[in-house]
């Protein structure tokens, strides 16, 4: 027996608050029964319903994926271009943690644990995502030190962030950066680099939280070993 906010909020379908005030405001049902008592436990063979949505509880599926370019970071794409679901062979409902461009490779986690993913994406849990920029130019100290100090971007300051030249290369006149930020803004890496002048020319997230795609090539996933589940709970509970 669960509680009623736990299993929504499991779901998918909302964050476990959100799910409190549902239950409050007397919008859930179950077995037809509205329930807005916040203590109500609930097992599996009870059906949930808010509105006329039926609540699931398939069983939970991690996934880490080597995104590679040209495919979305969404469940379905109006301009039907390749998404990340699309790569993956499963009957369940995944979705993914956050977001990565179209062109950004690397670490990518889907699931269709709601908590979870509400949690690792919550701003207050500060997730480090690792990305490495290859940019044009040689990348100064400067830039790095005002970058990793907070830019504005889209009106707002980026929180304090890790940022390092890690090779510039001659030849093409290119650096080699990383960069360690907890936030997840819209194409936060590209304009926080655009912010100190800089184009990225290719990015990719080399860890999300302890996760690192070593050993995957570009497009294969892996399943997340219950360790590696229960690590990323311990991380942001
Ligand atoms: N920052 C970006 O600019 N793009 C991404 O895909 C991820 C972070």
Do not use: W
């Amino acid at each position: 027996m669960e509680r009623l906010q736990k299993v929504i909020a499991n779901s998918g379908y909302c964050s476990r608050r959100k799910a409190e005030e549902l239950i409050s405001d007397g919008k859930v049902r179950v077995n037809g029964q509205v329930i807005s008592e916040l203590g109500f436990k609930v097992d599996g063979n009870d059906e949930i319903m808010i509105g006329n949505k039926v609540i699931s509880r398939e069983e939970k599926e991690y996934i880490l994926l080597n995104k590679p370019r040209g495919v979305v970071t969404t469940t379905s794409d109006e301009k039907n271009r390749k998404t990340v679901i699309d790569l993956i062979d499963t009957d369940k409902r995944l979705y993914p943690v956050g977001r990565l461009d179209y062109d950004t490779t690397g670490a990518l986690l889907l699931t269709n644990d709601g908590e979870l993913t509400n949690l690792l994406i919550h701003p207050r849990n500060k997730v480090d995502k690792v990305y490495i920029a290859k940019v044009k130019g040689f990348f100064d100290k400067e830039s790095a030190l005002t970058m990793s100090r907070g830019v504005v971007i889209d009106g707002v300051k980026t929180a304090k962030s890790f940022v390092k030249l890690r090779k510039y290369d001659k030849k093409s006149d290119s650096s080699i950066v990383e960069v360690i930020i907890h936030e997840g803004k819209n194409h936060q890496v590209k304009k926080m680099f655009e912010a100190v002048g800089f184009d990225v020319l290719k990015l990719k997230r080399e860890m999300f939280a302890f996760l690192n795609v070593n050993g995957l090539k570009s497009g294969e996933y892996r399943y997340l070993s219950v360790k590696e589940v229960k690590q990323l709970y311990s991380l942001v509970k």
